[in-house]
């Protein structure tokens, strides 16, 4: 064998080595991550009810309330709001990218949509808070003008980058054969695109929007800049309240370590964390069913 043949071995057995260990030292941080955050979190359940946490609204540390309801609700909402009104529209531009477009925009269009993503999010909230706020208290007439209707609009606008992205790649990867397919049988543009492109594209575009879920309920800095902090349960669109993350980053430097409120904070990050594990499993489940299908 020649030497030239020894030293590629060598390089490739040596690259596999390398990529295995810093897999299983990815694994390991992941999986120590999630045990740390888990034990701490659940250590809440030695102070407080599971029953008094989920269900109750009340959240005063001061009086040893630890209810997280309204945090809980609160994050929903602001996610099904903003994929409720990013979704559609996301679609739409990708629609309108991959199959309307000419050539020369997509090659524009498509760097300037991924451009978008690396704006910091605190950049969202700052515009939030000094445009959308003062927009929503006077166009609505409502107090203050913080809340889940303005927190889930600065909601939507992020998560175009993600839904538009991945929508995108999803409509091109659809085969040309079937849309000449669909024309041969005498079906319109618009035809072609309602009944073949986007079911072809389905899996691609649900993906797109789980995605930008997983993207709206962790999102930290945006929300807690423009959605009034109040521990209480919404009780409108325009009502201030809270959510998940929001919460623990407005709390976590007044808690001590192992307290009762510390774990409290730390298992609502656990909840996060499981809600994006479980978004995440539905994309691979996605992925897979697309997969075999294929």
Same mark, same amino acid.
């Given at each position: 064998m020649r030497k030239y043949d020894l030293d590629r071995i060598r390089n490739e057995s040596l690259a596999r080595k390398v990529l295995l260990v810093s897999a299983g030292f990815l694994t390991f941080i992941i999986i120590a991550l999630v045990f740390f955050i888990g034990q701490q979190g659940l250590r809440t359940f030695l102070d407080v009810s599971p029953l008094e946490f989920f269900f109750s609204a009340k959240w005063s540390p001061d009086t040893e309330n630890?209810?997280?309801?309204?945090?809980?609700?609160?994050?929903?909402l602001v996610t099904f709001l903003s994929i409720a009104v990013g979704g559609p529209v996301g679609i739409a531009a990708a629609v309108f990218m991959a199959k309307l477009a000419p050539k020369w925009m997509l090659e524009i269009m498509k760097p300037a949509v991924n451009l978008y993503m690396?704006?910091?999010s605190v950049v969202y909230g700052f515009i939030g808070l000094t445009v959308v706020v003062p927009f929503v208290r006077e166009f609505f007439g409502v107090a203050g003008g913080f809340g889940i209707f303005t927190a889930s609009l600065i909601l939507s606008i992020m998560i175009l980058p993600t839904v538009i992205s991945i929508s995108t790649d999803a409509l091109l990867a659809v085969p040309s054969m079937q849309e000449e397919g669909s024309y041969a049988l005498g079906?319109?543009?618009?035809?072609?695109?309602?009944?073949?492109v986007l079911p072809a594209a389905k899996p691609g575009i649900v993906?797109? $929007?789980?995605? %930008?879920?997983a993207r709206a309920i962790g999102e930290t800095m945006a929300v807690?800049?423009?959605?009034?902090?109040?521990?209480?349960?919404?009780?409108?669109?325009?009502?201030?309240t809270s959510t998940?993350?929001?919460?623990?980053? $407005?709390?976590? %430097?007044?808690t001590p370590f192992g307290s009762t409120w510390g774990n409290s904070l730390f298992l609502m990050a656990l909840i996060l964390l499981l809600i994006s594990l479980?978004?995440?499993?539905?994309?691979?489940?996605?992925?897979?069913k697309k997969a075999v299908e294929a």
């Open positions: 630890y209810g997280a309801l309204s945090f809980i609700v609160g994050s929903l690396a704006i910091p079906a319109t543009y618009w035809q072609t695109i309602w009944h073949i993906t797109a $929007v789980i995605l %930008g879920m807690q800049m423009v959605i009034g902090n109040t521990p209480r349960l919404a009780t409108s669109l325009f009502s201030p998940l993350p929001s919460e623990i980053v $407005v709390e976590m %430097g007044n479980g978004m995440i499993l539905t994309v691979r489940r996605i992925g897979a």
